[in-house]
């Protein structure tokens, strides 16, 4: 994204035309340049250089700039941010500022959930930031290049730009107590009736992780009962019994090769995968846990779900052998990409991938029509003058077979052959005749 600007003579002003052998100033181009500079544009190059001299004829040099960029941040007054066509800011900053809340409270089982413990807040920020073409007002990312100083600077590229985020955890952390104790005197102990051990009868925090895009979650509460023994926590109270499940998820991508050598007409299985073999199978395995308890009243809670996990989380690129090793001349998919696997979004039957081979039709040679086997015949005919005439020797010589006529004009045997024979005597005669007049006349000079 270059711009190249024609800004002004560099003639002193004493000389419009300048002296040849002087060094040539650039006079007010200095402060173009300067202008420009403040009016976004970068300064990158140009053909001047200060030991340039006039000559005798008229020089011209060019100047070249590269938009200049901004990296807008949640910090980045409004004003600051170049405006689209309607005058609204390009990018708002306080878009680039993501802020995510969730907190979790020990409460009673009672109607006013009284609370047993300090409640714990967890929060997960994200600050953005991109970059902002100066001169169209795009988002761009940049890149770095040298001004005309030597110095490193960022300059814009036709490439859009994306928000690119900084956080220092995308996780809200899991929290567990199964037990709290109060005792008199503590903040939470406001009766008789709270000084002693609970534990932990149903609710859930689990662990989170969050995106830019995610919604904010819902605060939560751990629900809590008195034990019956207040001399401590009763370590062998029924607790709600902890069930693991572990799910697995399976994902497969099916590659099939073919070939046809008749422009699509029929196709056969080939060998084409780099097994040797017509089908290529790939599977990628993926495995959470589940965690969840049942009460007295066989409802089932879930308590905890990991992540999704698998050893490779990708399908590999699959290669296919060339046309060449197959016996074929060309191939539409010379490999199959890798595929990342999205185990939340993905279906578990990626598809099926068909590669073709092909090869060129052969075209049909065509045969020459059947031709009758006849002999080769040799026809002579001489007709000798006497002494004193002129004297012609004609000679039809057939050295091949003559083939078959066309519908319409064949000969029967032999019939045609007396046709020819006539044709040629009658032929002989009017020479015979034209001879004998040739002598007649002849003798009439005489």
């Not at 609970?198 to 919604?215: D, F, K, M």
């Not at 016996?327 to 590669?355: M, Q, S």
Request: hydrophobic share 25%; glycine share 6%; no cysteine.
């Amino acid at each position: 994204m270059n711009r190249k600007i024609q800004l002004g003579n560099t003639d002193p002003a004493s000389d419009s035309e300048g002296i040849t052998g002087e060094l040539i100033h650039f006079n007010n181009n200095g402060k173009w340049i300067s202008n420009l500079e403040s009016q976004i544009y970068v300064f990158v190059d140009t053909g001047y250089h200060p030991t340039d001299k006039y000559g005798k004829e008229t020089s011209h040099f060019n100047v070249y700039f590269r938009h200049a960029v901004k990296d807008i941040t949640p910090n980045t007054p409004v004003d600051e941010v170049p405006k689209d066509p309607d005058g609204n800011p390009i990018v708002d900053p306080s878009d680039l500022h993501k802020k995510f809340t969730r907190t979790i409270t020990f409460v009673v089982n009672n109607d006013a959930k009284s609370p047993l413990h300090d409640p714990v807040p967890q929060k997960v920020t994200f600050d953005g930031h991109i970059y902002v073409d100066m001169v169209t007002g795009q988002t761009t990312t940049p890149e770095t290049v040298k001004d005309a100083n030597g110095n490193d600077v960022q300059v814009a590229t036709t490439k859009a730009g994306n928000i690119e985020w900084n956080h220092d955890t995308q996780t809200m952390d899991e929290v567990v107590q199964k037990y709290i104790t109060l005792n008199t005197g503590d903040k939470y102990a406001t009766a008789d009736d709270m000084v002693g051990t609970w534990h932990w009868i149903s609710g859930t925090a689990n662990e989170i992780v969050l995106t830019p895009t995610s919604e904010n979650p819902q605060d939560l509460q751990l629900v809590y009962e008195k034990n019956k023994s207040e001399t401590g926590p009763d370590e062998s109270h029924d607790l709600p019994k902890v069930d693991v499940k572990v799910e697995t998820k399976t994902f497969t991508r099916t590659v099939v090769y073919r070939g046809t050598k008749d422009g699509g007409v029929h196709f056969e299985s080939v060998n084409g995968s780099p097994d040797g073999k017509n089908t290529y199978k790939q599977t990628v395995t993926f495995t959470r846990n589940i965690s969840s308890t049942t009460g007295k009243d066989g409802k089932v809670t879930i308590l905890k779900t990991t992540p999704w996990t698998a050893k490779d989380d990708t399908l590999g690129e699959v290669v296919s052998k060339t046309p060449s090793a197959v016996g074929y001349e060309l191939v539409d998919i010379e490999k199959v990409d890798a595929h990342k696997i999205n185990p939340d979004k993905d279906n578990p039957d990626l598809g099926i991938v068909t590669v073709t081979y092909e090869t060129t039709p052969t075209q049909p040679t065509e045969q020459p029509s059947e031709q009758k086997n006849e002999e080769p015949q040799s026809m002579t005919t001489q007709v000798i003058a006497k002494q004193g005439e002129t004297s012609i020797i004609e000679s039809t010589n057939s050295s091949s077979t003559q083939p078959t006529t066309k519908q319409g004009t064949q000969q029967l045997p032999q019939t045609g052959n007396q046709k020819s024979s006539s044709l040629i005597g009658l032929g002989f005669a009017d020479l015979l005749s034209a001879l004998g007049l040739t002598k007649v006349n002849k003798k009439r000079k005489d």
